[in-house]
């Protein structure tokens, strides 16, 4: 056991006070739920996944091998199901795309709720405690351990990677709880009897079959390594259920053939200087938070509290930087981070903590005029270069008025101005106050973007409108072949044009009538042979890129040849 000496947290218990719980469920509301309700699947990754539950769920491909136009799924069929069973479960009631994405919004509650236990049982180890005070009066156990849990909390609502990517219907959200079921059973192993064998047992093998066995297979020896050096006996005879989760995790993927290797390759200079230059901004502000932590427990990097986050950590870190800086990575490791970030509260100095809240202060209130700013020109006209702009980068939006939609901005607003007037007062003792306002402003920030600027930013990022174009063209329930085609685009046509997609045709193979390719639109392209063009068509936003609609020419077409 470390002398106590070294322990650098000298914390009140005036400083513990509880976040009212009322509070911290409208922060993880005005977070969870925008975003849910009122909007198409992204492109990219977002409309890709839902394309394989939607194709689940309505029979055009199995359970076992989902597929969209015919091309197969990269990664287990676990999370597809999840969101396929929803959209079975809830038909014909509820939207396909809102069906689907209510499992994921509860799987980042989930993330959510495990972090604070996992802090909290963190904080709950002799080593993580406080010191006592000469004359009495040093933080109550209990009371300490919650203020940090809500402190880790809020720390991770206010990472700005989780924003976009923790809203999305992607397995990587899936992947994202089971690392956090993990940090949990690691983290109550001391305390909970069975229920961290349990949580072990589930999360790793639920992490491989969602996508990622190798990060679940590192980070069960991680864990191993963690409970044999434990001071704890009762940690050190959890290694068994760890060592048999990380066993079963090898089996299933063994079993079922989820090994894969997906390496980043290299090959320029700015390249290798993305990495850190996403990780300021993706891990902000935990990451300044999690180092100066480092710093003020360097005795305690081997006692649980440091060294379970640390280690997951470690993992997650290093699978991003070898598939290449992948964000969808990077963000299995906010929650170690959050968990890091909580443990500098107790020895962050009043000048840092005053810095965080006035950048906050300034920056999100700019970011949050901004929107207004913009969402007046739109409606009212005034002032009138927003409007400009938004109507040249989206041409063809239409901008709509939504009572329900100003009504909640508003109210987050005005909360905003409270809190704000709140943290800038005076006698602010409690541990977790410093990050109240980044998590505040992160979650104002995200409730105005989905309601004052979700019709544009809909617009934009939806391919509905581009599926609409190509609908101009091509007749209902029609066969396109999509050879070389972004999955996501392909998931797009099913769904919202409801045409037949064979993704696997290539121009003199498929036997369908039409075929799409995509050209840049810088250059000549060729047109296949046996093929006539039928029109260019481009998403709003896009400036780089034609979707070229071909029909197959009949023998008499006398635009045969040219």
């Not at 006070?17 to 969870?32: G, K, M, N």
């Not at 959510?112 to 156990?141: I, K, S």
């Not at 959050?338 to 209130?365: E, H, M, N």
């Not at 037949?500 to 250059?523: F, P």
């Amino acid at each position: 056991m470390l002398n106590s000496s070294l322990n650098p947290a000298l914390v009140s218990q005036r400083a513990v006070q509880r976040l009212p719980r009322w509070a911290l469920l409208l922060f993880c509301a005005a977070y969870v739920l925008p975003g849910v309700f009122g909007r198409d699947p992204w492109r990219n990754a977002d409309v890709t996944a839902f394309g394989y539950m939607v194709s689940i769920a309505e029979g055009r491909s199995s359970w076992w091998m989902p597929t969209v136009g015919g091309v197969g799924a990269d990664t287990s069929p676990l999370p597809y199901w999840l969101g396929a069973a929803f959209i079975r479960l809830l038909s014909p009631w509820v939207d396909p795309a809102l069906a689907a994405r209510l499992p994921f919004a509860m799987l980042l509650v989930s993330v959510l709720l495990l972090t604070w236990y996992a802090a909290y049982y963190l904080a709950r180890t002799e080593a993580a405690q406080p010191l006592p005070f000469a004359f009495g009066g040093e933080a109550d156990p209990v009371d300490y351990a919650r203020a940090m849990a809500d402190g880790a909390l809020l720390a991770l609502i206010s990472t700005l990677g989780l924003l976009q990517l923790g809203h999305e219907t992607t397995p990587e959200l899936g992947q994202l709880a089971c690392v956090a079921l993990f940090i949990y059973a690691l983290s109550a192993s001391p305390f909970r009897g069975p229920r961290p064998k349990v949580a072990m047992l589930i999360g790793l093998p639920a992490l491989a079959a969602s996508g990622a066995p190798s990060i679940a297979l590192a980070l069960g020896l991680t864990g191993i390594g963690v409970c044999v050096r434990s001071n704890y006996p009762i940690v050190r005879r959890f290694t068994p259920w760890v060592a048999a989760a990380t066993a079963l995790t090898a089996a299933i993927a063994t079993g079922f053939g989820l090994w894969g290797w997906q390496v980043g390759n290299y090959r320029t200079i700015e390249q290798v200087l993305a990495v850190p230059r996403q990780w300021l901004w993706f891990l902000w502000p935990a990451w300044p938070m999690a180092l100066w932590t480092l710093w003020q427990w360097r005795r305690h990097v081997l006692n649980r509290h440091i060294a379970v986050p640390l280690g997951c950590v470690a993992v997650t870190a290093a699978a991003s930087v070898v598939t290449g800086g992948q964000d969808r990575v990077l963000m299995l490791s906010l929650p170690a981070w959050a968990l890091l970030a909580a443990f500098a509260l107790p020895t962050l100095k009043r000048s840092t903590a005053a810095a965080v809240d006035w950048f906050s202060v300034f920056f999100f209130s700019l970011c949050a005029m901004a929107f207004w700013v913009i969402y007046a020109s739109l409606q009212v006209g005034v002032p009138a270069r927003p409007a400009l702009n938004v109507v040249k980068l989206a041409p063809g939006f239409t901008s709509h008025f939504s009572l329900f939609a100003l009504i909640l901005a508003s109210a987050g607003s005005l909360a905003w101005v409270w809190l704000v007037r709140w943290r800038t007062g005076r006698n602010q003792y409690a541990m977790w106050k410093s990050l109240v306002l980044p998590a505040s402003g992160v979650a104002l920030c995200w409730l105005l973007l989905m309601t004052l600027m979700l019709p544009v930013l809909d617009y934009a990022r939806s391919l509905r409108p581009l599926v609409d174009r190509v609908a101009l063209h091509v007749p209902e329930n029609a066969c396109i072949a999509t050879p070389r085609i972004q999955r996501s685009l392909q998931a797009a046509l099913e769904y919202f044009g409801g045409f037949r997609i064979d993704g696997n045709g290539t121009s003199s193979s498929t036997s369908c009538d039409y075929l799409l390719q995509i050209e840049a639109r810088r250059g000549k392209h060729p047109t296949p042979v046996g093929w006539a063009l039928v029109a260019r068509e481009s998403r709003p936003t896009d400036r780089a890129e034609w979707t070229v609609i071909y029909r197959r020419q009949e023998r008499n077409d006398p635009e045969r040849g040219r």
